[in-house]
């Protein structure tokens, strides 16, 4: 499959029917939904990046948001932060799926008449971004300002090392802004996805959006309405630190 990669292009044959489980997924609602009186259709998105009040076992805008508070609260404004992803995943092309928008445009074709058993790739913007893109924003969010990643491949989790590398400094914050305790070091992330995500994500993947913009939905959001909301969530759910309060 060459990007940027369209709805067909799921109709796979084997062996990677066999091993994907999405497939036997939609095998069984095709099946369920003969002779119902409701129809469907399946929404795909890629990353996607929302709040998590409980924590996640996959939810990489909370890791990112603790690392980077850390690093502001460590390394003070305007500190040069380098992506701690790899090279390549530096410049792979993708769009983000907020939760938000997964939402706004599930219920769209939900209520439209889009239910018709196909699938609808589901992203904020039509044009693919890249960390490049990304991450001197989210950075300056914090204060910080975003560099590229500082090797062309890596081994670590550099995110998660980080982190735990700097526990003590983050129990100070907890009990300077009050925050809530245990989300940082929480046993419920999976560390590994974080590695995956910043560093195996390394090639192009961005979506072909025409399907979804052809049925009448408009809206599109930039970076900073993806990412910021959440981070936005994340201070007044007490998980990082609010500078101005």
């Known amino acids: 499959m060459k990007p940027p990669l369209q709805e067909s292009f799921t109709d796979q044959k084997l062996p990677f029917m066999e091993t994907t489980f999405y497939y036997p997924q939609l095998d069984w609602i095709r099946r369920y939904s003969k002779g119902k009186n409701w129809t469907w259709c399946d929404t795909r998105p890629d990353v996607i990046v929302g709040f998590v ?14 690392f980077l508070a850390l690093q502001a609260a460590i390394n ?17 092309k993708s769009n983000d799926s907020s939760s938000d928008m997964i939402a706004r445009q599930t219920i769209h074709l ?13 992203a904020d913007a039509r044009k693919w971004e890249n960390w490049e893109s ?15 990643p500082t090797e062309a491949t ?26 809530r305790t245990g989300i940082a070091d929480s046993d419920i992330t999976h560390e590994g996805f974080e590695y995956f995500l910043l560093t195996q994500f390394d090639f192009d993947r961005q979506y072909d959006m025409a399907k979804m913009y052809s049925t009448g939905f408009t809206e599109e959001r930039g970076i900073m309405e993806t990412w910021g909301v959440v981070f936005d969530r994340m201070r007044e759910a007490k998980i990082i630190p609010d500078p101005n309060r």
């Open 53 to 66: 009040p409980n924590n996640n076992f996959y939810s990489l805008a909370t890791s990112i948001g603790i």
């Open 76 to 92: 003070g404004v305007g500190f040069d932060c380098a992506f701690p992803g790899c090279a390549k995943s530096w410049v792979a």
């Open 110 to 122: 939900s209520l439209n008449g889009f239910g018709n058993g196909e699938g609808h790739n589901v």
């Open 134 to 148: 990304k991450w001197p924003k989210l950075c300056a969010y914090f204060g910080l300002k975003g560099t590229p």
């Open 154 to 179: 890596t081994t670590v989790n550099k995110l998660r090392k980080y982190i735990y590398d700097h526990l003590a400094d983050w129990r100070v914050l907890e009990k300077e802004h009050n925050l």
